[in-house]
């Protein structure tokens, strides 16, 4: 069988600060396809995006921006063609991995966030979803006309799905349930004309919790904005819901059997989490072996160093182990793996991505000295994304959580098998 071509170079030459396969390296994922779509990409970053980033950060940036890369054909990427997507015939979750890759090449900011907020809030009315709210929702979600965030976290429950206090009781005459409770750290709010949004419609734990599709205009929901750790161009928002009317007919899915929806859902946000945070590291190291080969100290180069290359080399391994990891984990989705039996690979990654580039961050911190402390000069990047690591490590899960969730879900199988072996004896 012929070996995988070698794809032409592309992007920065420095060795790891891109990845492999645009440095001319070969690679058994990638074809004509990604490398078209990785171009457009990069292409529409670099105009649109780049040159507006400080001044977006003020202001946060304009919800027009997605309907100009759905134009450019990078908005509509997952979505299926009868709803206005533009997924490829030959569309894999390598697609995916090179848009949140590309994205996050900004560093820092979440420019264009609400797209990856999108992904993870349409899915369950893709799924699960009646032909009514498909056809409300979807298609103007797809071109960017309109935007969804996903309501889940509570001040009391993050991660802690079952313990959610949200209620949603029906009205007496049976077509409206009304809606009570708070949500936390809901991510783009402010842009959020839908919700897909967790509530307690039966009893305490995993089955009594339902999804429902709120709307920004329905009376009773307001949003606030909450300052964050890290800069943003996007929002993180505090949702308080007071006695808002939704129609039943905003059910997604069955009454009480949300939790298989909202849980499959994870595994998806961990992934282009992983994606984004794996490009976050690579900016780190691409920074700092840029500022170590052009600073003097001491009279020569600061790359000259031996202690300075040994940061750089461990921060070249640990990303480059990551990406493999990224696409081992793609491969498995693309292969058509079931969502139950990635929880554990997507979990793993997630944290390995975090972890990653907090080393990273801190590394080049190191690197750039007095430089990386202030939002200003050559390390404003390095500073900024150093204050972003924190918004990788706990979203979408904390390392904690996940890193018990794996084992947890290991050590019952092999208790399974344990028990299994012993009745064989």
């Keep these: 069988m012929a070996s995988p071509s070698a794809s032409p170079k592309f992007g920065c030459p420095i060795d790891f600060a891109e990845p492999y396969w645009y440095q001319g390296f070969h690679s058994p994922y990638y074809h004509d396809g990604h490398r078209r779509f990785r171009d457009t990409v990069r292409a529409f970053v670099e105009q649109e995006v780049k040159p507006h980033v400080d001044e977006w950060l003020l202001t946060g940036y304009p919800k027009e921006l997605h309907e100009k890369a759905y134009a450019a ?3 509509g990427l997952i ?3 009868e709803y206005g997507g533009t997924r490829p015939d030959d569309y894999d979750a390598f697609y995916e991995l090179i848009l949140a890759d590309e994205l996050a090449r900004v560093g820092g900011g979440h420019v264009l966030g609400q797209m990856a907020i999108n992904s993870m809030a349409l899915p369950p009315i893709l799924v ?3 032909d009514y709210l498909k056809q409300k929702v979807v298609r103007d979600v797809v071109t960017g006309k309109k935007n969804i965030c996903l309501a889940i976290s509570e001040p009391q429950a993050g991660s802690d799905v079952a313990n959610l206090t949200t ?3 029906k009205d007496p005459s049976g077509k409206f349930y009304i809606v009570n409770g708070t949500k936390k750290w809901i991510t ?5 004309d839908f919700f897909t949004t967790a509530v307690r419609t039966g009893e305490q734990g995993f089955g009594g919790l339902s999804l429902l599709l709120l709307e920004r205009s329905m009376p009773g929901l307001s949003v606030r904005k909450m300052p964050t750790q890290f800069d943003t161009t996007h929002s993180t928002t505090m949702l308080t819901l007071e006695d808002v009317k939704v129609p039943v007919s ?3 899915g069955d009454e009480n059997a949300a939790f298989g929806l909202i849980v499959v859902n994870f595994n998806h946000e961990r992934f282009v989490i992983a994606a984004a945070t794996c490009r976050l590291a690579r900016l780190c190291y691409q920074e700092a072996i840029e500022y170590a080969i052009k600073r003097h100290t001491f009279g020569k180069p600061l790359v000259d160093h031996q202690l300075i ?6 921060m070249a391994r640990q990303i480059e182990s990551l990406h493999d990891m990224l696409e081992r984990v793609a491969y498995q989705f693309k292969c058509g793996v079931a969502d139950h039996k990635l929880g554990g690979q997507c979990a793993l990654l997630k944290v390995q991505a975090s972890k990653t580039f907090e080393f990273c961050a801190r590394e080049a911190s190191q690197i750039f000295g007095g430089s990386s402390i202030v939002r200003e000069g050559q390390g404003k990047l390095v500073e900024r994304m150093y204050r972003e690591v924190r ?3 706990i979203p979408g899960g904390s390392e904690e959580i996940l890193l018990d969730f794996t084992i947890r879900q290991a050590v019952a199988k092999a208790r399974r098998h344990a028990n299994s072996h012993a009745a064989k004896l």
Excluded at 309 to 314: G, I, P, Q, S, Y
């Design 391 to 393: 918004a990788t490590s």
């Design 167 to 169: 209620t949603a009781v």
């Design 79 to 81: 979505y299926p063609k």
């Design 188 to 192: 783009g709010g402010m842009m959020g």
């Design 128 to 130: 699960a979803g009646s």
């Design 73 to 75: 054909g990078i908005q």
């Design 309 to 314: 290359r040994f940061k750089l080399a461990e």
């Design 250 to 252: 905003n059910l997604i």
